[in-house]
């Protein structure tokens, strides 16, 4: 039973080994995008917009957003959590402005007091490490991004601008309700205003997300992010800005930017990079006309 034993042993001693060896690999190795990884997010700020003209002279509007002193302060696992997520803050703040409990967990985490706290859902193989700094290159020129924040807020406003009636007929007959709401309810049954009525009121102030925008600049310098068109929210607005959830795999970007960097680009390639990185427009020339 001895040589049974010592073999029985041996066997398991080098099977647990392996497992081990395997296993410190795979923990060393890089992790690989896959057309199923969901990366992290940024916060950003909105700075305005401008616009950019292609080699074909055709005028692109642009918004430009910031990144602006980004990390992850924490993170959210399956096990204590129920999910798998990452929290991201930007733009530091002086201590004195900060709750002594916020203050607490952003030195637990080890990164200075910051002004705006978004969780962003990833995959587990896009968890990155407390206090690792999110740039503007986490994203590539010519890829898509979803874009929200809250929306310009407009004050108390009338039913035809807040929900874009078509008012009362403006012709002989009607005497001062052209831009009046109309009748909101029925007859004697049932005899009230249903709930949710589209009626008065304030308007804008709410989350709103656009979709599938495109990534047409990065500046490196700077940590800016051009994006084709328009982005909800004010001037200097805190942005959530993450890859576009409707174009999963190749379409998320052009195939010669693909994989995209995961789980976020190097700081030490991005010193290396050109300041400023251009989407490709390619296609036709425009303003060519057809026979």
């Not at 009362?168 to 009607?174: D, E, I, L, Y």
């Not at 709103?208 to 994006?227: C, E, H, P, R, W």
Request: proline content about 7%; hydrophobic content about 35%.
């Amino acid at each position: 039973m001895t040589p049974l034993l010592n073999t029985l042993r041996a066997g398991l001693g080098a099977s647990l080994r392996t497992e081990c060896r395997s296993f410190v690999t795979a923990a060393t190795q890089p992790a690989t995008w896959t057309h199923k990884s969901v990366r992290t997010g940024v916060i950003a700020r909105k700075k305005g917009m401008t616009a950019m003209w292609d080699e074909w002279g055709v005028r692109i509007p642009v918004t430009v957003l910031q990144v602006e002193n980004c990390q992850v302060v924490k993170v959210l696992n399956e096990e204590t959590d129920g999910y798998t997520a990452l929290q991201i803050g930007s733009t530091d703040r002086t201590e004195k402005n900060v709750t002594k409990p916020m203050l607490g967990h952003f030195q637990k985490a080890g990164v200075s007091p910051k002004r705006r706290l978004i969780e962003f859902h990833v995959t587990p193989d896009a968890v990155l490490p407390v206090g690792t700094e999110l740039l503007a290159s986490h994203f590539v020129p010519g890829q898509f991004v979803d874009c929200a924040a809250p929306t310009m807020g407009k004050g108390f406003q009338g039913a035809m601008k807040r929900h874009g009636f078509g008012g009362q007929p403006a012709s002989h007959g009607t005497s001062v309700t052209h831009r009046s709401l109309g009748s909101t309810g029925q007859r004697k049954d049932p005899g009230k205003v249903f709930k949710g009525k589209k009626m008065a009121g304030r308007m804008g102030g709410e989350q709103a997300t656009v979709q599938s925008l495109k990534v047409m600049k990065i500046d490196n310098g700077l940590n800016l992010i051009y994006v084709k068109g328009a982005v909800p929210g004010v001037d200097d607005q805190f942005v959530k800005v993450r890859d576009a959830v409707k174009k999963r795999g190749d379409r998320i970007a052009p195939a010669d930017v693909l994989p995209l960097p995961f789980p976020t680009v190097d700081p030490k390639l991005v010193k290396a990079m050109p300041r400023e990185l251009v989407a490709k427009t390619g296609g036709a020339d425009p303003y060519v006309m057809k026979e």
